[in-house]
Structure formats: C-alpha cells, structure tokens
C-alpha cells in the first residue's frame, strides 16, 4: 500500500520554527517531484494552498510567495524523506500541512492533479 506520512506538526509561538517530515511507503518517491500543501479549516482539497515543492533530484525548489523566504524543502531519496524547515513563523501559517507526490510543477502545482496526500499533520501557530 502506497502512503505518505507526515510527522513533526504541533503547537509554536509565532516568530518560532517547526520542522515537518514525510516518510514514504509502498514504492520509491525517487523520480517525483515532491511537496507541500496546507488546508485551513473549511476549505475543500482543490482549495489546499500550495507552499512549496522540490523536483526528483533536489536541483529545483518552488515556494509559494507567503512563505518565500522563509521556508525550506529539501529531500532525501536514499530515505525516501521530505521535509520542510519552517522559520518565522506567523499566526496566518497556521493550517494542516500534507505531503504531496507527483506534484505538477508545470501545471500551476494544481493539488487537482496530485497523485498521493498525506493525511496531513496540524500545524498551529499562537500570536
């Protein structure tokens, strides 16, 4: 069974930093490009805000103008790993954060046209 698994979200006061993690299983991620999306409450999934993604083999990353700057997506394939270093944070940011596979680069990163979520890890940020 193919999974993504995300870990790492929690509570933190703004201005602070989380770190997020997604593991996968079932097969090798090595050749897609990975990423991350969050959900606020409410909204449905072709309304999850894309926030950044990295192609097959790390050469490339894109980030969403909210959190340019001050997020960080890397990988690591020997691990089939994702993860993704957030800093100043701000009470906005708040929101579920999922693992994404096969994320359209090139077609807007329309979540759409994701192939696999995560079912995605709380991140709440106090002012």
């Known amino acids: 069974q193919v999974q993504l698994v995300e870990s790492g979200g929690g509570l933190v006061q703004a201005g602070g930093s989380l770190r997020l993690s997604c593991a996968g299983f079932?097969?090798?991620?090595?050749?897609?490009?990975m990423g991350w999306f969050r959900q606020s409450a409410g909204k449905a999934v072709e309304d999850r805000e894309f926030?950044?993604?990295?192609?097959?083999?790390?050469?490339?990353?894109f980030y969403g103008d909210s959190v340019n700057g001050r997020f960080t997506i890397a990988r690591d394939n020997d691990k089939n790993m994702v993860y993704l270093e957030m800093n100043s944070l701000r009470s906005e940011d708040t929101a579920v954060y999922y693992c994404?596979?096969?994320?359209?680069?090139?077609?807007?990163?329309?979540?759409?046209?994701?192939?696999?979520w995560g079912l995605g890890t709380q991140v709440t940020v106090s002012s």
């Open positions: 994404a596979a096969g994320v359209p680069l090139y077609s807007d990163y329309d979540p759409e046209i994701v192939e696999y």
């Open positions: 079932g097969r090798s991620f090595n050749y897609d490009a």
């Open positions: 926030v950044a993604a990295i192609s097959w083999s790390a050469g490339s990353q």
